[in-house]
T-cell receptor, first 114, second 115 residues
């Protein structure tokens, strides 16, 4: 197992375009989390899944953001009609069922909206 | 809502010395978990150490140890014999025991270890 994989590592897009990111968790982990991080800040929670069920979604998340985890394996995070304020590092993490052992993070996807 | 506060935006320490990073949190729960994560310039977050609130003994992982003061809601990280590779952003994080859902992160402390 190579850990949590995120693709792409970097994405530059024009304002108004849609973007989609992918996360492949550790295979034994049934929990998967998405966070957003801007420079100099701590990770900000977006949403998380247990298997294919989306259990929580941040109220800060606008309806332009959607996440899926079909079949409880990999997950995708889509941002529609991107805005400059969406520029950030998008982090994916996975964990065992309770998360109390801690998360394993991926390397992140750096999004730049121009 | 749970809050995690890291009051030191930046810290620096000389190689081989000891440094302590501070973290306080606010919760009404009695059962929870606390974590310190390290984020080197490569940006991948790595778990450094974890503490279960119902355990009185402070966690230790090699050169890293915590001072967990439950009544004061304080969870500091001590790094002994600092190494250049310890240079990173350090985040304190909180997990509610009642829901075991999302982690709540502080804003981080940038630690620089200099020769």
């Amino acid at each position: 197992d190579t850990g949590v994989s995120q693709d792409p590592r970097h994405k530059i897009t024009k304002r108004g375009q849609n973007v989609t990111f992918r996360c492949d968790p550790i295979s034994e982990h049934n929990r998967l989390y998405w966070y957003r991080q801007t420079l100099g800040q701590g990770p900000e929670f977006l949403t998380y899944f247990q298997n294919e069920a989306q259990l929580e979604k941040s109220r800060l998340l606008s309806d332009r953001f959607s996440a899926e985890r079909p079949k409880g394996s990999f997950s995708t995070l889509e941002i529609q009609r991107t805005e400059q304020g969406d520029s950030a590092m998008y982090l994916c993490a996975s964990s065992l069922p309770t998360g109390r052992e801690g998360y394993t993070f991926g390397s992140g996807t750096r999004l730049t909206v121009v | 809502a749970q809050t995690v506060t890291q009051s030191q935006p930046e810290m620096s320490v000389q190689e081989a010395e000891t440094v302590t990073l501070s973290c306080t949190y606010d919760t009404s729960e009695n059962n929870y978990y606390l974590f310190w994560y390290k984020q080197p310039p490569s940006r991948q977050m790595i778990l450094v150490i974890r503490q279960e609130a119902y355990k009185q003994q402070n966690a230790t992982e090699n050169r890293f140890s915590v001072n967990f003061q439950k009544a004061a809601k304080s969870f500091s990280l001590k790094i002994s014999d600092s190494q250049l590779g310890d240079t990173a952003m350090y985040f304190c994080a909180f997990l509610r025991g009642s829901t075991l859902g999302r982690l709540y992160f502080g804003r981080g402390t940038q630690l620089t270890v200099w020769p």
